[in-house]
């Protein structure tokens, strides 16, 4: 059983950045896929961005795009979110994912699909 440890997450002024980091611990790191989500106050939990197996391919939602890099070091066990020009709509907890089977992003993948870290707060003010 994988277990996922995000961190980096606090507050930041609208127009500031802030880089998540996830570490995974378990094996075969760099055989699934890795995906962050967000969940606002009230709100459903969002896709953001996923990286493939190898780091080859990304994804992203529509809302982060040119704002966001999703990238994973398969060495360190670890995948990062860079996220550059918040805004406050941006607050959020955000989520590490482990796709347990897939090497490549599937959209169509229920929450039961992942395996789930536990949350790090990101705060935009504005």
């Known amino acids: 059983q994988v277990q996922l440890v995000e961190s980096g997450g606090g507050l930041v002024q609208a127009g500031g950045s802030l880089r998540l980091s996830c570490a995974a611990s378990?094996?075969?790191?760099?055989?699934?896929?890795m995906a962050w989500f967000r969940q606002a106050p009230g709100k459903e939990r969002d896709f953001v961005a996923a990286?493939?197996?190898?780091?080859?391919?990304?994804y992203y939602a529509d809302s982060v795009k040119g704002r966001f890099t999703i990238s994973r070091d398969n060495a360190k066990n670890t995948v990062y979110l860079q996220m550059n020009s918040l805004k406050p709509e941006d607050t959020a907890v955000y989520y590490c994912?482990?796709?347990?089977?897939?090497?490549?992003?599937?959209?169509?993948?229920?929450?039961?699909?992942?395996?789930w870290g536990q949350g790090t707060q990101v705060t935009v003010s504005s």
């Open positions: 990286v493939s197996w190898s780091g080859g391919s990304t």
């Open positions: 378990g094996r075969f790191f760099n055989s699934y896929t």
């Open positions: 994912a482990q796709d347990r089977r897939g090497s490549y992003y599937r959209p169509d993948l229920s929450y039961d699909d992942y395996s």
